[in-house]
């Protein structure tokens, strides 16, 4: 598996299977995960993806974004075709602008993994186990800052 978190994107919602396409690999499956906390509100919003790639291979992603004051920014409500075709009007009318009206970064976690015959239910557990142990990790980060880093730090691990 490979737990990535990513470079900022500015202002506008980065979903990765499009770049997992443009590297030749398929979408077979695609859901949003909107999950919550107790309490009722956001605890992590992700999409949970399933590819198909060359040579029969099997790969299965779940990603999230988040700015830089650690809030998840949830991916868009799922419009089909109109709602990609408005996504992409407004973001092209807007991209000039983009940089100059207060960005936001947003930086994306990814835990991706690929292999020769489909992820067992048991595997795809673990990969969304790490997934959200990268996902909190990146925003304890982002929202602490630097106040945390005189306290040790700890290891990346499922059991966090």
Do not use: M
Request: glycine share 8%.
């Amino acid at each position: 598996a490979v737990i990535s978190i990513d470079f900022p994107f500015y202002r506008r919602w980065h979903d990765l299977c499009g770049c997992y396409a443009g590297s030749g690999w398929s979408e077979a499956t695609k859901e949003t995960v909107r999950e919550t906390n107790g309490e009722g509100g956001p605890a992590c919003e992700f999409v949970r993806a399933t590819l198909r790639g060359p040579s029969d291979a099997y790969g299965y992603l779940n990603f999230a974004n988040i700015n830089e004051d650690g809030r998840v920014v949830a991916p868009p409500e799922q419009l089909g075709d109109f709602g990609y075709l408005v996504n992409r009007f407004i973001h092209t009318a807007q991209h000039a602008r983009q940089i100059s009206l207060n960005p936001r970064k947003l930086f994306q976690v990814q835990v991706w993994n690929s292999q020769g015959s489909p992820q067992s239910p048991q595997q795809r557990e673990e990969l969304e186990s790490l997934f959200f142990v990268a996902f909190h990790h990146l925003q304890r980060e982002l929202k602490h800052g630097d106040a945390h880093l005189a306290a040790p730090r700890a290891k990346l691990s499922p059991s966090d």
